[in-house]
């Protein structure tokens, strides 16, 4: 984003929210406005289109804390307005703050070459002087978003998705020089070439987009039928992505370079996809750790037993069951767990739920009886008692 971007368009309006509101209160409004404006729920709406850019480029801002205060101190600086300089009037002496941050600042790349680079682009002319022609810099693309849903295995071991996108894109007709076919646009004679032009406001000269050429610095005599002059069309391609292993319903995963393509050589912005991971059946997450419970027998828990744990690549592993297991016990299966980046996995939490017998034939309704009579003397929740008696 330009330094005139930043002036010029109020981020926070954009996405309805305080200029004091934290991060989750951004991203929940984002999202919502994504959701409403979303080319793919909108088809055919060039309003609805140009509506999601503008909330796309303003929480590429806002989301980040080191642009977004770098947004706010620009805005604070000058009020949200254009560049200006101050005079004492007609005929005489101008002082530039062009002058003042440029290149005049301190040596070594102190804080005047970087308030220089800050405001360089805003400024028309520095000390008085009327600006030179120009060339229009490479613009970086937008960022897009997306969002993905996978299933838990995938989620856990890692996948690469193809993903349809569309974004903004340079015309394919015209090239993105928005002419007619086997015509090319001419310089923009109002400010040559630059894209801004000066207005005098007595004390003070506002800079401001060109309005003959409308920022471009070029003028289209003859504009392309198919993106009627404004250089940019709509494309619809197919990508790869890798999702890494190990991602968390909700994560947002960010592909560099992998969103909408630069304008005049300037670099593709960025790919930011929504991750959503469908429940499993069987298992749980706990951070790198997968959770299972497994029921056993009231006999298995009391007496010990191997039992058969299913792991979630498909095998099963054996693990033994210690005899006077109580319920909810939880054991460690080392290295069965989700993969990490690092190459190394985590662990299978396997919980014992101790399952009662919900139907039981005579035999064993007396044998529990004579179990029953011979632990008569135990009472498990005797200290419970005593303990909630005070003694």
Known sequence: MSTKDFLEKDY???????KTAGQDEIKSAYRKLARKYHPDTNKGDAAAEDRFKEISEAYDVLSDEKRRKEYDDT??????????????????????LGDLFGQGGPAGGGTGERLGDLFGGLFGNMGGRTAGRSTARPRRGADVETEATLTFGQATEGVTLPLRL??????????GTGAK?????????TCEGTGHASRNLGGFSLSEPCRDCRGR??????????????GRGQSTRTIQARIPAGVRDGQRIRLKGKGASGERGGPAGDLYVVVHVKPHKVFGRNGDNLTITVPVTFTEATLGAEVQVPTLGGEAVTLKVPAGTPNGRTVRVRGKGTARRDGTRGDLLVTWEVAVPQNLSGKAKDALEEFKNATAGEDPRGDLLRQARGE
């Open 12 to 18: 926070y309006a954009v996405l309805g929210v305080s």
């Open 75 to 96: 805005r604070s600086l000058f009020g949200g307005g254009g560049g200006f300089r101050t005079s004492t009037g007609p005929g005489g002496t101008t002082f530039d």
């Open 166 to 175: 569309t974004s903004d894109a340079p015309c394919s007709a015209c090239a």
């Open 181 to 189: 076919t086997g015509t090319t646009p001419r310089v923009c004679p």
């Open 217 to 230: 610095g070029l003028i289209v005599d003859d504009p392309c039928p198919v993106c009627h002059g404004s």
